[in-house]
């Protein structure tokens, strides 16, 4: 189950991510980057590490728009965190809407 679901969460991310919109090439560089916060507001096992896969969308003013999960692990765990924080990203400016992707990664320090 968790396979197919990873499969159709990609099969229509890249659906809305083509959407009129190339991916960019060459990428473009983020002026402004916000990372994510670490969730405190579910309850699981103590220590509890992941990652997200994202798409998102560029405007041509490089403001980030439809913002979509690719992947996470564990499923769905840190997906708000890291689609907020994307959604935060500036871009420089271009002449050309388009769509990259990039993954958030959450660890834990080893300080106990």
Known sequence: MFISLLLTLAAVTNGVSADAMPECEPRRDAVHREAPTYPTHVLLPRGVE???????????AGDV????VVASEPLAFFSRSATEAAKKWRFEPSDQECWQSTTFTFELDDED
């Open 50 to 60: 992941g990652f997200v896969e994202l798409v998102m969308g560029i405007t041509k």
């Open 65 to 68: 728009s439809n913002v979509r």
